[in-house]
C-alpha cells in the first residue's frame, strides 16, 4: 500500500510541477515556482534550473539552492566537465548519479571538486531541449546521503523534461544576473557575431573552405577555423551548413 501511495503522490506532485511549468512559459511564474513543485516529486538537498547562453558559452541560473561555488562551477564551468559530453550524446537522457560509472566520476572535476565535498551521493543531471532541438539549459538535483529516488520520481523527471525545457527557454533571469552578463546583442549583430565573424559567416554560405575564406579575407586558414567554432557556439548549431542556413534566413550573403 505504501508503494502505491507514494507513486500517486508523486503522479500528482508531477502534474503541478507541468502547471508550474505552464505558468512559468507563460510569463505567469518564474523558475522558482517550478523548482519549489519539482521537491514534491523529487526530494532534495540542492537543485536549480539554469539557462543556456550560446553567445556568452554559460549557464545562467534562474533558480536554485546551490552553495556558492557550486553555483559557479554549474553556470562556468560545467559545460566542459567530461559529464556534460555523456549528458550531451544522442540519448539525451538524465544521468543519475547512482548509474555514473566510477571511472566517469574520477575523472570530473564537479564531482570530486564540488560535489562530493557536499556530502552529495544522489541526484540528477538532466540537458533541457527545446522542441527544435536546441539545447536550452539543465536540471540539476543533488542529495546527500543514502537516499537513494524512488524509480517512479525518476521515470518522473525525464516525462517532465519537455515542459522543463519551454519553461526554462521562457523565463528571465534574475536582473542582478542579466546586468552583470552585460547587454543583449543589437540587431545589427545577428547572433552577438563580431563584425569579422559575419564575414566569415557569409562566406560559408557559398560552401568554401577555411583555405579559400582565408584567401578571400586576408587572414590564415587557422584563424578562420576558430572564427567558425565562435560561429557554431554563438549560433549553438551543430556545423557549417546549419550555421550557412541561418546565415541565408538573415539574408547574409559575401559582400564580395
Excluded at 540519448?91 to 566510477?102: H, K, N, Q, T, Y
Amino acid at each position: 500500500m505504501a508503494a502505491r501511495r507514494d507513486t500517486t503522490d508523486i503522479l500528482d506532485s508531477a502534474l503541478r510541477v507541468r502547471e508550474a511549468a505552464r505558468s512559468a512559459t507563460a510569463g505567469e511564474a518564474g523558475a522558482d515556482t517550478v523548482l519549489a513543485a519539482l521537491a514534491d516529486v523529487v526530494e532534495h538537498d540542492h537543485a536549480s534550473l539554469s539557462r543556456w547562453d550560446p553567445r556568452r558559452r554559460r549557464h545562467t541560473t534562474l533558480a536554485g539552492s546551490y552553495p556558492e561555488d557550486a553555483t559557479a562551477y554549474i553556470e562556468t564551468r560545467l559545460h566542459r566537465d567530461p559529464v556534460f559530453t555523456v549528458l550531451r550524446g544522442p540519448a539525451r537522457g538524465g544521468l543519475w548519479l547512482g548509474d555514473v560509472p566510477e571511472e566517469l566520476l574520477a575523472a570530473s572535476p564537479g564531482f570530486q571538486d564540488v560535489l562530493a565535498p557536499l556530502g552529495i551521493e544522489d541526484g540528477v543531471a538532466q540537458c533541457l531541449f527545446a522542441a527544435d532541438g536546441r539545447y536550452v539549459g539543465m536540471l540539476n538535483i543533488s542529495v546527500r546521503g543514502r537516499r537513494r529516488t524512488p524509480d517512479p520520481a525518476r521515470a518522473v523527471v525525464t516525462l517532465l523534461t519537455e515542459s522543463l525545457a519551454a519553461a526554462v527557454a521562457s523565463c528571465e533571469a534574475p536582473p542582478d544576473q542579466e546586468a552583470a552578463a552585460g547587454p543583449a546583442p543589437g540587431p545589427e549583430r545577428p547572433g552577438g557575431l563580431s563584425p569579422r565573424e559575419l564575414e566569415v559567416l557569409a562566406e560559408l554560405t557559398a560552401g568554401r573552405t577555411n583555405r579559400q575564406i582565408a584567401e578571400r579575407l586576408y587572414v590564415t586558414p587557422r584563424t578562420v577555423g576558430t572564427h567558425v567554432e565562435h560561429i557554431l557556439a554563438k549560433l549553438d548549431v551543430p556545423n557549417r551548413a546549419a550555421a550557412a542556413a541561418r546565415a541565408a534566413a538573415w539574408g547574409i550573403t559575401p559582400s564580395r
